[in-house]
T-cell receptor, first 113, second 110 residues
Framework: GNSVTQMEGPVTLSEEAFLTINCTYT??????LFWYVQYPGEGLQLLLK?????DKGSNKGFEATYRKETTSFHLEKGSVQVSDSAVYFC????????????FGSGTRLLVRP | NAGVTQTPKFQVLKTGQSMTLQCAQD?????MYWYRQDPGMGLRLIYY???????DKGEVPNGYNVSRLNKREFSLRLESAAPSQTSVYFC?????????FGPGTRLTVT
């Protein structure tokens, strides 16, 4: 079946450090891949997406590349800020699905000044 | 333009009580969704509505019913609440290729 696996958190970094949050997936064919961010007390917001292999999604300094060969979609940022502290969710939409997303369990990021 | 709104924000129920969670969107989207979020499990789809007048089960529909009242509103009903339904509930709608989420309802069943 379809599934998403994310690294467990929390991930604690100092401001300006490099961030990587790992995400791997299991799905048939070519799903679309997403990263969502959830700030405390709020709903999820789309951070970036990629719809085909080798696509790179980017937004607000975050990037993720759709790697079909390793079934991965790792989230990266070169220099994190305190305001990036949030929970990050990797998600996929299967090829045969009508926008029904499958989410990973989420990774909490804490950035210290 | 308020996006996706949900009421109430918080609710405490006793086992066996019923309640309805309300969701509305003002973006003229056709598709709407209900998810639940539990610690360490991400979001799981309860029900969705691809268009006005249609609803379908998601991954975890047992114990819930939904109504797509019109294009704007999509409600989730718990007929007889159980402690296992303690969770945070999110409504979402989709436009273009993006799902827009409401702020959530935190429900506790004692």
């Amino acid at each position: 079946g379809n599934s998403v696996t994310q690294m467990e958190g929390p991930v604690t970094l100092s401001e300006e450090a490099f961030l990587t949050i790992n995400c791997t997936y299991t799905a048939t064919g070519y799903p679309s891949l997403f990263w969502y961010v959830q700030y405390p007390g709020e709903g999820l917001q789309l951070l970036l997406k990629a719809t085909k292999a080798d696509d790179k999604g980017s937004n607000k300094g975050f990037e993720a590349t759709y790697r079909k060969e390793t079934t991965s979609f790792h989230l990266e940022k070169g220099s994190v800020q305190v305001s990036d502290s949030a929970v990050y969710f990797c998600a996929l939409e299967p090829m045969d699905s009508s926008y029904k997303l499958i989410f990973g369990s989420g990774t909490r990021l804490l950035v210290r000044p | 333009n308020a996006g996706v709104t949900q009421t109430p924000k918080f609710q405490v129920l006793k086992t066996g009580q019923s309640m309805t969670l309300q969701c509305a969107q003002d973006m003229n989207h056709n598709s709407m969704y209900w998810y639940r979020q539990d610690p360490g499990m991400g979001l799981r789809l309860i029900y969705y509505s691809a268009s006005e007048g249609t609803t379908d089960k998601g991954e975890v529909p047992n114990g819930y019913n939904v109504s797509r009242l019109n294009k704007r509103e999509f409600s989730l009903r718990l007929e007889s609440a159980a402690p296992s339904q303690t969770s945070v509930y999110f409504c979402a709608s989709i436009g273009g290729y993006e799902q827009y989420f409401g702020p959530g309802t935190r429900l506790t069943v004692t």
